[in-house]
DNA sequence: ATGGTTGTAGGACAA
């Protein structure tokens, strides 16, 4: 079994230390991270290094965005994409080397958060995330069809009980109609299947991110399902089980986001 | 309806 977790960490550096709690509890093969906040020379490898985490791929900037993929397995360079014609580290394209000597292509993405208002001709950031998610749909991931994984904050709950509210939220960044088509899109023209709610019925509220600005996130219990974990047509099959952590929410200084962990039988 | 918190950086901005 292979397994696979992508976390907003929401700056590794500070979270170093939970992080290494996530992977002793969990233990991982790939522990994918997003809002890492950090360059390249300034991730903290030493905690990975410690726990058998020796494969370490990092697209990092100063202070925003950046993602990391971190492996027990080898990994070798895909093409970086923008997506949306910026020098924002927002894609991590890595081939993962399986025990079989296969490769499986392994997407680590972090989309546009969109700022406050859902209008791309008043908010420009919202314009950028529509332009990514266009992007996105467009792009084919460079690996022959072979099997690939699509996964990290998407910054999008799509269906219905994907948030805590649907009426109270159709017109907040995040669940728009237009954010949700935009994804979708990206979804079906990439032939991609979401893993979590093959094991998880899309019938039943799930969450992996809540805001800091409740006085008691758990009592409120205004979520959002804005992480997610897509395969390929030919990998999905081979999905064995699909977790949501969200007691590390509760975790000292947390993340605003939790890990999802998902099992393939590789 | 509004404001609520956190992180990076060392003020405003992103989320």
Redesign the pocket.
Known sequence: MLTIATWNI??V??RAGLVQRFLKQAGPDILCLQEI??TEEAFPREPFLELGYPHIAISGQ????GVATVSRLPLGALPRESFCGTAEARHLGCAVMLPDGSTLALHNIYV??G?DIPDPSANP?FKQKLAYLKALAAWQADNGGGPAILLGDFNVAPLETDVWSHKQLLNVVSHTAVEVEALTKVRTDGGWTDLVRRFIPPEKKLYTWW???ARDWQAANRGRRLDHVWASASLAGRARSATVLKETRGWD?PSDHVPVVVGLDL
């Open positions: 929401n700056s550096r500070l906040k950090c100063p202070g925003y965005h546009p958060a700022g950031k805001s800091y600005r200084r």
